[in-house]
């Protein structure tokens, strides 16, 4: 704010003082508002202000001032509320990066709010839409009618001390969902609440959540985002959100109150329930689109500044994310940019981390090359708000060597596609598969055992947004996205799908029994894998997308979660399996320890942390781990201390080993259950041979063998001797 008797600017019949450079955005102080807004190469900046409707445009006010790039106005008399946009002049040189349009109202970088919604238009665009010059051509129409406007709001509210659960990672289980997705066929919620935040806070919602055990919700992205042309022409809107154009204003659409509190107020919500939020944040690219996208924001504001360009072709952006640009968090501003956006989804709004869509590329130099070191892991690493957060990369981008799956620092966790695809095989029969498994269900300490960083950095994952849902990983061999009106040639090819015999929906019961076998399978193999476990949202109840693997563009019933698919046969056995999965996963310690485990005794006793297993139940050598023809797998996971004389005696709950047995074979094997000291009794705790009969209460094991069935999974509890009174 500008000190008392700053000087005063003369704006035609408005006095208006110099204002501050810092903070940039707009910042109300009880008697007036400072607006700040970064520009290195403009020539001449007007704040556009609004009536409450935002339809009207009632003044512009010159922005005189010019500190340090940043362009600064104070306005007395302003109130929280005002609507406002900018208008930025200077040269149209595409050919030179630049492409300044004053005719193009932009949206303020830093706007908390958004009032309004966006209307696709011919306007939207600093060029000619259509023109036989393209990009060179330059538009004059006015954008204003066609854009929300930025709202001013109040002081941040302070967080008095609040603090979100601060879960250890080792108990960590994430469910990704979209807010939208998740409520908009919710039946306990009334038609106003549905698909939005209020709805999502919902006591019906979040008491689901919490009964199900999961820990945090990772909510798909909540940024205001906009609709490429290719999906409006064809009737389609960008639903998952990944075409960001605010990065600190929620989108209008997702709130139903029109107030921020209503953010605010979900995620407190979810905090009492002890549940914590992660937010997907899109920070790798814009809604602006390549060369013939719209001028919305950064590209009217500074194009140059903002997005990498081709360094023999400035006319031309950089393109390592597949969206036809990149943002240069490169450039200080542009990282002061999601620096500050981050801090504020902390600091004003509450959330507890962050999952980054595209790290790879956030972290990549001027010469392509994959940077750990980088300037924007640098500053999270070193920021004292920041580095205290769950922060989450999804490890490749379209640059080179794509994948940089391993390759964060420490204090990072990664989505680990290497386990999806490993377990995806490796239950769908192929061969081949279970040294790789072995290595993924041990936390993956191939890619991330150095640094000191610990099995919980493996975000371990079947399905995602993108990709099958569980249900249809089962159903279809093959992708069916006509529907996205794209030939079905959108969205990966590479599934490793099984649809057990028929393609798509089917009565058969043995094709259904063999497909929820499997979804079983799959589940309880990532439940009790060391490593950071994420479920998709419905897959504990086999919603399906109709084949669709690429669902992005579908804001109806494809995408929409079916509330009464949990009250079906199959939906409520597979959701009782994994509430009681989730259950032992939490009760038991050795199911998320915190540490790797090498095969080595535990304490200085005989036991092994990991020994494993062959069909025979004999300890596997080095042949066996490359027999072509074996896939089968037994693990022995021994308790932190399983000869401890409380766990021995039987006097603990904890037992003193479990017994994992993976079997994706056609046939039934007959396993010999190994000796360990101090061990006398086996309980049957899972076996999804037994599904819908009697696999919910444990089963205490006579003899020396176990039967495993085809296409099972099955965990056993060895324990001590029964403690006699």
Known sequence: MPESGASLVNAGARSVRSGAPYPLGATSDGKGVNFALFSQNAERVELCLF????????????????????????????????????????PYQPEMGHRFNHHKLLLDPYARMLRGSFQWHEAWFGYQFGHPDGDLSFDTRDSAPFLPKCCVIERA????GERGPRRHWRDTIIYELHARGFTMRHPGLPADLRGTFAGLASASVIGYLRDLGVTAVELLPVHAAVDETALVREGLRNFWGYNSIAFFAPA?????????????????????????????????????????????????????AYYRLAADAPRRYVNITGCGHTLDLQHPRVLQLVADSLRYWIEDMDVDGFRFDLAASLARREDGAFDPSSAFLATVQQDPVLATVKLIAEPWDLGQDANQLGRFPAGWAEWNDRYRDTLRRFWR??????????????????????????????????????????EDLVSYSEKHNAQNRQENLDGTNDNYSWNCGIEGPTDDPEVRSKRLRQKCNLLGTLLLSLGTPMLLAGDEFARSQQGNNNAYCQDNDISWIDWSLPESLDGRTLLGFVRRLIALRRAHPVLRRGRFVRG??????????VTWLRRDGGEMDSADWHAPDSRFLGILLASEDPTHPAVASGESDEPGCF????????????????????????????????LGHDEIEPAPITGQSYVVQPITLVLLAAYGPAKHE
Not at 157 to 160: D, Q, T
Not at 600 to 609: F, L, N, Y
């Open 51 to 90: 009536d409450e409707t935002g339809d009207r445009e009632l003044e512009r006010v010159p922005v005189c001032e010019y500190t340090d790039e940043v362009w600064h106005i104070y306005l007395p008399g302003v109130a929280p509320g005002q609507l406002y946009g900018y208008r930025v002049y200077g």
């Open 157 to 160: 509210i302070a967080r008095g």
């Open 252 to 304: 209008p659409g997702l709130m139903a109150s029109g107030s921020l509190n209503e953010f605010r107020s979900m995620v407190r919500a979810f905090h009492d329930a002890d549940i914590e939020v992660i937010l997907d944040v899109v920070y790798n690219h814009s809604g602006e689109g390549d060369e013939l996208g719209p001028t919305l924001c950064f590209r009217g504001i500074d194009n140059a």
């Open 429 to 470: 029969g192929d061969m081949g598969q279970v040294a790789d498994l072995a290595t993924r269900i041990a936390g993956s300490s191939d890619i991330f055992d150095r640094h000191g960083r610990r099995p919980w950095a493996s975000i371990d994952f079947i399905t995602s947004h993108d990709g099958f849902t569980l």
């Open 600 to 609: 080595v005794p535990v304490a200085g006793e005989p036991v092994k942390d």
């Open 659 to 690: 017994l994992l047995l993976l079997n994706p074979a056609d046939e039934q094997i007959s396993f010999q259950l190994p000796s360990v000291e101090g061990i006398d009794r086996w309980q049957s705790l899972v076996d999804t041979a037994r």
